[in-house]
């Protein structure tokens, strides 16, 4: 596997998507096995993904350099952010967090990518 079918799996991934609405995302071949993939998703609601994904793809292997996933309500508010930003915290999966509204600590997170976030962001809009 090369970063561009990695880029093709998540065009085809958003393309799928009823809940998706709106798409402004950008695609960056560093080369064959690198690539940034960063951009945001509108939502049928009025909610908004803004994400980032730094990916080395390494004996057909995915793997997420750096992320950054952020949902946002209607009002432009926080709902949660998933990252693997090197916080000084003291937590079981660092680097990997997660960030929700009303919450001063960050959760405990398993790495995430794009198809993760967007299943929890359909799951909260079909409620």
């Not at 292997?61 to 952010?81: A, C, Q």
């Amino acid at each position: 596997m090369q970063v561009i079918d990695y880029f093709s799996e998540i065009q085809s991934l958003i393309r799928s998507s009823i809940f998706v609405e709106n798409v402004d995302v950008e695609y960056e071949v560093k080369s064959r096995s690198i690539g940034i993939v960063h951009g945001i998703l509108g939502m049928i609601d009025g909610s908004t993904l803004q994400f980032m994904e730094l990916v080395n793809i390494k004996r057909d292997r995915l793997i997420h350099l750096k992320y950054r996933f952020h949902s946002t309500n209607v009002n432009d508010e926080m709902v949660f952010r998933y990252d693997n930003a090197p916080h000084p915290l003291e937590i079981a999966t660092y680097p990997h967090h997660k960030h929700v509204k009303g919450e001063e600590v960050p959760r405990r997170s398993k790495e995430v990518g794009l198809k993760d976030v967007l299943l929890e962001i359909e799951e909260m809009i079909s409620r």
